[in-house]
């Protein structure tokens, strides 16, 4: 274990910043150019699924009820992507929409409909100030969602069991606060997965009929190791008075292919039907040819669980070539936490000393693109700003390992910045 | 040519009731079954499309800029598709989104952007009633739209010319009128053409900055015959005052398949730039892989006019076989009167007196199920109850001739009920 830089006299630091200075200028000059910052598959990833496109060769292209799935029709999605979404998300297929290639477009066109048509009643933007709950650091295009139909963000800080659920039966005493977003298994970016009693909690909320949870439950299979997180199905503990308070949304961005996949959302009955009711006004139908595509390819839910075995044995190394790297670089010098999650696509470092936005900047003069500090916040404000997301999937192991020593270095070298004196 | 109904005495018209009357028992007596309410292709017209599915054979799924069209990224389309739509609508690429698979969507949700975050100016809801000018007979779909928004239709007759400008031109003194949709080619269901005159008025319509026109260019490549009809490109004689006036869509869901297709929208580059504001944070990108898929397929404007002369084939003899029909069973009795089409999907039957609802509930009778009598005006109220709309695309020639024989007959007899004392 190496020394603690907070148990370091101020020559120590002095000694070890210069030390450090000499390495990241050396790393530097590798010249590297590596983008770290979205959280996209490889290219290895996309291939497994090809097999996909073949799907289709010999079918007369019915689905099980008739329908020739290449013509108009069937707005709710076909009954075998139905059923197998369904499977996905432990709900029965009337309780299904299956979507389009994107479950962002479902959760922004639902939140438009809330603010502008109402969640049962007078719309959300009819009722004065509208505000949401956001577990932080969390996912940013959560929040641009709110941003864009200007929804006041409030912060709800994350615990290793989910959202501080103390912090949100405060804040839903503002009765302005009509919805939260979540990732509740292997969260953006932390990996966390919602204890069951939160979940518990959460379903039990006790708020207003129209408030509504989005529940986008992006990494529902996404699992790295063969320790899986469980997660609660939340419509299994919602109380009748909050039977219409959850949209979940969940896609095959990253089980197929994040820009031809097949996205859904599950949710009410009485939900789904209100929903219904403005896509029969939005659109025809979604692409039901590639529903059938990807019904034929993963064949059932068993047939998904086995894909993702092979999308975990491709990203089990990069995430182990980052955190061994935070291990040997980091540990011990009391300047950064960071967690090891057993799923999903991210790994959320910590720093002290709000050196977060300098560390991004060493990064980012070294040649490794970082997701912006300050995206895991609403408005892009990371107040402590200590949070870095590092997304380790696009890159090879041997990439990453170049690219994290960078990080590491900068964060020893912002931090150092900081204290010496 | 048969004696007109207009000029025969009560006692012939008791006579030509009786005889109908048997005429339209014994068609009821076949016990048919046959749908012509909606714009469908027929199965044979999908499969010229098949080919589609194997055109990423040997892909290395790149598209021209490099990027994994598997992937996420690229919000306005892949670099190829932008420029096959570009072709398509004689603009440049910069002028192209191209969207997902339904250009009803990029329609909704640009009137929602109007509506609520506004047209380059103060939202269109927050500057008091919303007005919508709607040429009729026309799409039901398009006033759909506007009823969802609480947006107040105007009733504009069509001419052979395209919309009634001097009633635009008288209607648009009212500032509340925001905008208008428009199918300016092969017209819903007319099959108009707007001839170069009314185009060009429409482009120097003297109109606030925000006013938009929807040019719901459905059926720009859809002609029957050889005869086909030109129409202007409206943004080539757009007045700089007017630049931002027209949103076009088009899609390919007529062209390769309606569940699976590819469409497209084209404005000016500020109305681009707008969009795609909104889109980032709608969506992550379209589907590119099928935008790909298309671009493989068709190859270039050259491919997709030939692929459209095979739909041709297969259309000409259904749009054939419902004209003969109208032709040899009602011409001369001077109750009805009809279009006969260079393109698009549908033929559109006006008949006198007030009897359109009477012919519906005749057909529907008889097995034979027409688009809802009165869905091609606002509302779905026909002022003087006399469109029928003839969507000939989905049956074979052979069903049509007897679908639209029931039809005739049903013409006949409601006319006659009317004008028998």
């Not at 290793?160 to 005493?173: F, H, Q, R, S, T």
């Not at 790994?347 to 300050?374: E, M, P, Q, Y």
Request: proline share 5%.
């Amino acid at each position: 274990m190496k020394k603690s830089y907070l148990e370091m006299t101020q020559s120590e630091l002095q000694q070890e910043l210069e030390a450090v200075k000499k390495e990241y200028n050396s790393l530097k000059e590798q010249g590297l150019n590596i983008d770290m910052s979205r959280g996209k598959p490889g290219a290895d990833q996309l291939d497994i699924s090809d097999g996909m496109l073949k799907a289709l060769e010999g079918s007369d292209f019915k689905c099980e009820n008739g329908l020739d799935v290449r013509n108009y029709g069937i707005l709710d999605g076909i009954p075998e992507a139905k059923k197998l979404f369904a499977d996905l998300l432990e709900v029965e297929p009337e309780n299904i929409i299956v979507g389009g290639n994107s479950s962002l477009s479902m959760m922004f066109d639902y939140v438009s409909q809330c603010m502008y048509s109402g969640a049962g009643f007078e719309p959300w933007s009819k009722q004065g100030t509208v505000k949401f709950l956001c577990p932080v650091p969390g996912y940013d295009r959560h929040f641009a969602i709110c941003e864009f139909f200007g929804i006041e963000m409030i912060n709800i800080p994350m615990t290793n069991e989910g959202p501080d659920m103390d912090a949100i039966e405060e804040a839903i005493k503002d009765t302005a606060v009509k919805g939260m977003f979540c990732v509740p298994k292997y969260s953006n970016p932390q990996g966390i997965t919602f204890s069951a009693e939160t979940v518990k909690r959460i379903a039990n909320l006790n708020v207003s009929e129209d408030f509504r949870i989005i529940w986008d439950n992006a990494y529902c299979v996404h699992d790295l190791t063969d320790t899986t997180d469980e997660l609660l199905n939340i419509f299994s503990v919602l109380p009748e008075r909050n039977k219409n308070m959850v949209i979940e949304v969940a896609s095959t961005s990253k089980i197929s292919y994040p820009g031809a996949g097949v996205a859904c959302l599950a949710s009410s009955v009485e939900n789904i039907k209100a929903i219904l009711k403005r896509l029969t006004i939005q659109s025809i139908s979604y692409d039901k040819v590639n529903m059938l595509r990807h019904v034929k390819f993963f064949k059932n839910l068993d047939g998904i669980k086995a894909h993702m075995q092979l999308h975990a044995k491709i990203l089990k190394p990069k995430f182990d070539a980052v955190i061994e790297t935070l291990n040997s670089d980091l540990a011990g010098l009391g300047i950064a936490e960071w967690n090891e999650p057993n799923g999903g696509y991210f790994i959320s470092l910590d720093v002290t000393g709000g050196s977060a936005t300098r560390v991004g900047v060493l990064c980012k003069d070294a040649g490794v693109t970082l997701t912006n500090v300050g995206a895991t916040f609403p408005y892009g404000k990371d107040p402590s700003d200590s949070n870095i997301r590092i997304a380790p999937t696009f890159p090879t192991p041997a990439v990453l390992s170049q690219a994290v020593k960078v990080l590491t270095t900068a964060v020893r070298l912002a931090c150092l910045e900081n204290l010496v004196k």
